[in-house]
C-alpha cells in the first residue's frame, strides 16, 4: 500500500530556507494529488500546499502563498516543498499525504511527519 516518508525538516532562523521532501509516494485510485500539512502543538493538522501528479496542478493556502512551492521530482518519485522567507509561525511538524482537496478528511495516506523549527 501507499507508504510516504518526509525528510528535510530542521531548525531555521527567521528569513531563512528549507527544502522538505516526500518520498515513496504512491498513487491510489481515489487519490489525484499529493499534498503537504502541518501541525503545531496545540493545533489541527492544515493544508498546506498540493500537487496534481501530471504537476500541473498546485495548490496553496493563503498564508504560504509567494513563499512555499510545491514540485514534483519524477526522476526521485518525489514530492518537494521548498519554503522560503520561513516565519516563527510556520515552525510545526509537517507531513505529506494523498488523497484530494484542501481538508484533511479528503487524504487518506499520511507520513510521519518532519519537525520544522523556525526561531526568531
Known amino acids: 500500500q501507499v507508504q510516504l516518508v518526509e525528510s528535510g525538516g530542521g531548525l531555521v532562523q527567521a528569513g531563512g530556507s528549507l527544502r522538505l521532501s516526500c518520498a515513496g509516494s504512491?498513487?491510489?485510485?481515489?487519490?489525484?494529488?499529493t499534498g503537504w500539512f502541518r501541525q503545531a502543538p496545540g493545533k489541527e493538522r492544515e493544508f498546506v500546499a498540493a500537487?496534481?501528479?501530471?504537476?500541473?496542478?498546485?495548490y496553496y493556502a493563503d498564508s504560504v502563498k509567494g513563499r512555499f512551492a510545491i514540485s514534483r521530482d519524477n526522476a526521485k518519485s518525489a514530492v518537494n516543498l521548498q519554503m522560503n522567507r520561513l516565519k516563527p509561525e510556520d515552525t510545526a511538524v509537517y507531513y505529506c499525504?494523498?488523497?484530494?482537496?484542501?481538508?484533511?478528511?479528503?487524504?487518506?495516506?499520511w507520513g510521519q511527519g518532519t519537525q520544522v523549527t523556525v526561531s526568531s
Open positions: 500537487i496534481s501528479w501530471s504537476g500541473s496542478r498546485t
Open positions: 504512491g498513487r491510489t485510485t481515489s487519490s489525484y494529488l
Open positions: 499525504a494523498t488523497g484530494d482537496g484542501t481538508t484533511r478528511r479528503q487524504y487518506s495516506y
